[in-house]
C-alpha cells in the first residue's frame, strides 16, 4: 500500500532479464566448439579494446596517488569544488593519450600472430564479444543490480549483433548500439544538468569519483570490460560488408 517498489524486485528483474544473455552466450561457445571455431583469438582483439581504458583508469590513479590531481574526495562532493582548470585539462590530456598508445600498443600485439584478426569479425569473434558481453553485464548486476538493469537493453541487442551471421544492414546495426547505449546516456544527461555541467566538466568529475573511490575499483573495472564490449560492437558493425540486395 505505500506504492515503494523493494529494490531486490528490481534486483531480481534485472537478473532474469539478464539470464537469456548468458544462456545465448555459453551455447554460442557450445556451438563454435562443436564446430572448431577458434573463440581464443578472437579473445586478443576483444583485450586491445580493454586496454586503453585499463591504462585510463591505472594512470588515473598514478596521478592520484602522486598527488598531480586534487585530493580525490572520500565522497562525491559539489562539481564546484573540484573545477575544470588548466591542470585538471592536462591529466584529462594524459589519460586521452595513454589510452591510444594503449590501444595501438595492443592491437599491434594482439594481430601481429594473426593478421586474420584484422579481416571481417567471423562466428569465433561474435562468441567472444558475446561472452564478454555476458560475462560484464552479469558482473555489474552483482554488484550494482540497478546499474545491472540499465545495461539489460544493450545486452541483448548488442548480443544479437555479436551473434548474428550475416548482420543486418548498417542501418540497423547503428539503431541497435544506439538503443542499448540509450539508458546510459540518459542517466548521464540527467546528472549532468541536475550538476550543471558541460561534458567535458563531466568526465573530469566522473575520474575525481573513480579515483576518490566513490566509484568502486570492482565497478570501475566491470565498467572498463563493458566499455571494451561497446567498442567492439561499434567496430563489428564497421567492419562487416553491408548486405547485398
Known amino acids: 500500500m505505500s506504492q515503494v517498489l523493494p529494490g531486490w524486485v528490481l534486483s531480481l528483474l534485472a537478473g532474469t532479464l539478464l539470464l537469456p544473455v548468458l544462456v545465448a552466450s555459453v551455447d554460442a561457445f557450445a556451438r563454435a566448439r562443436r564446430r572448431h571455431v577458434d573463440v581464443l583469438r578472437w579473445m586478443r582483439w576483444i583485450g586491445a579494446w580493454v586496454a586503453p581504458f585499463l591504462a585510463a583508469l591505472a594512470l588515473a590513479q598514478f596521478l592520484a596517488l602522486v598527488g598531480a590531481t586534487p585530493s580525490p574526495p572520500p565522497a562525491p ?3 564546484a569544488v573540484l573545477p575544470l582548470d588548466g591542470a585538471a585539462l592536462g591529466v584529462l590530456a594524459g589519460v586521452a593519450v595513454a589510452m591510444g598508445l594503449a590501444f595501438f600498443l595492443a592491437r599491434w600485439l ?3 600472430p594473426d593478421r586474420e584478426l584484422e579481416g571481417e569479425p567471423d562466428l569465433g569473434a561474435g562468441v567472444a564479444l558475446g561472452l564478454t558481453i555476458a560475462a560484464g553485464s552479469l558482473l555489474l ?5 540497478f546499474a545491472g538493469l540499465l ?3 544493450a545486452a541483448h541487442l548488442w548480443m544479437l549483433l555479436a551473434l548474428t551471421r550475416p548482420l543486418p544492414g548498417r542501418r540497423v546495426r547503428f539503431v541497435l548500439i544506439a538503443v542499448g547505449l540509450t539508458p546510459a546516456v540518459l542517466v548521464a544527461i540527467y546528472y549532468m544538468f541536475a550538476l550543471s ?3 567535458l566538466s563531466g568526465v573530469w568529475y566522473l575520474l575525481m569519483l573513480v579515483t576518490g573511490q566513490s566509484v568502486g575499483l570492482l565497478t570501475s573495472l566491470i565498467a572498463c570490460v563493458l566499455l571494451a ?3 567492439a560492437t561499434v567496430e563489428t558493425a564497421l567492419r562487416w560488408p553491408d548486405v547485398q540486395v
Open 141 to 145: 548486476w552483482l554488484v550494482n543490480p
Open 77 to 79: 562532493v559539489p562539481p
Open 197 to 199: 555541467l558541460d561534458p
Open 110 to 112: 594482439a594481430v601481429r
Open 229 to 231: 564490449a561497446a567498442c
Open 151 to 153: 545495461v539489460v537493453p
